[in-house]
């Protein structure tokens, strides 16, 4: 918990996106903070539920288009899990916790809506787990990652299982055995961020990502999510299998049929 007086937790902030976007009459970004400034955003159990509830209850709501994860104030993303706590812990302790952690990074990964990962500074241990959960990953010129587990007499473990797919397995390896830092140049180098950028321009670049989303067409995207998903789950057969299913399903929507036609029109006219 924070020394603070005020009660440590998650805030939800939607807004309407902007008109340029041509998103659909209704739509909203939601932003998810995680608010724990006292302790550079740690996650206590308290705060992992509620950012799980957040984002489950976020994934109900057919009006949100994306998600943007992010830390309260300029310091930190998610410095980690809380070490008051986990000093604590015993076994059963320690299972309990890391599960809910797990279940909060699942809710991520499963969310309908693309989820953006808005790293805004430390971004540690179950930090970079969180933000590994997330659809892609920007990152101020100033954030500072690591999974640095080991040095606490713990490993790295749930959803640090993604690295592999992300970074590969020598760099996984390095960073998960060392448990040493490393800046945002070498974040973006060893493709962990897709994007890196001067902190002053973080926001830019987050909005640059949702007007492309909500310019697409809004079931594509929710399919073309699950299909990615998929894909990380089944052999490459199986995947494009159901790519084929996918894409069956997509004019049932209607989708397909009005967007095509949309573009000849506009074509037509130039």
């Not at 996650?43 to 957040?54: D, F, G, N």
């Not at 909060?104 to 933000?131: H, K, Y």
């Not at 080991?150 to 397995?169: D, N, Q, R």
């Not at 990502?209 to 089944?234: D, F, G, H, M």
Request: charged share 25%; hydrophobic share 45%.
């Amino acid at each position: 918990m924070s020394d603070s007086a005020t009660p440590p937790g998650i805030t939800v902030a939607r807004r309407s996106p902007d008109p340029a976007w041509h998103a659909r009459p209704g739509d909203t970004i939601a932003t998810v903070s995680v608010d724990n400034r006292a302790r550079l955003n740690c996650l206590s159990t308290a705060i992992v539920t509620a950012l799980r509830e957040a984002v489950e209850e976020l994934g109900k709501d057919i009006s949100v288009r994306a998600i943007v994860i992010t830390g309260a104030g300029d310091r930190s993303f998610i410095g980690g899990a809380d070490l008051r706590e986990l000093g604590g812990l015993d076994h059963d302790g320690g299972r309990l916790y890391i599960t809910n952690l797990h279940k909060a990074c699942a809710a991520i990964r499963n969310a309908p809506q693309p989820v953006i990962a808005r790293v805004n500074g430390f971004c540690l241990g179950a930090g970079l787990e969180v933000a590994a959960s997330c659809d892609m990953r920007v990152a101020a010129d100033t954030a500072v990652f690591g999974m640095p587990e080991v040095h606490m007499g713990l490993p790295s473990v749930i959803e640090a299982a993604l690295l592999p797919g992300l970074i590969g397995w020598g760099m996984t390896r390095e960073i998960l055995i060392t448990g040493e830092t490393f800046d945002a140049r070498r974040a973006a180098e060893m493709r962990f961020v897709e994007r890196m950028v001067p902190v002053g321009d973080l926001d830019g670049a987050v909005d640059n990502w949702l007007a492309a989303i909500c310019r697409a067409a809004p079931e594509a995207v929710l399919s073309q999510k699950r299909l990615i998903n998929r894909w990380q789950q089944t052999s490459v057969d199986e995947g494009i299998y159901a790519g084929i299913d996918a894409l069956a399903e997509a004019y049932d929507t209607g989708e397909p049929q009005a967007r095509i036609e949309a573009f000849f029109a506009a074509k037509a006219k130039t």
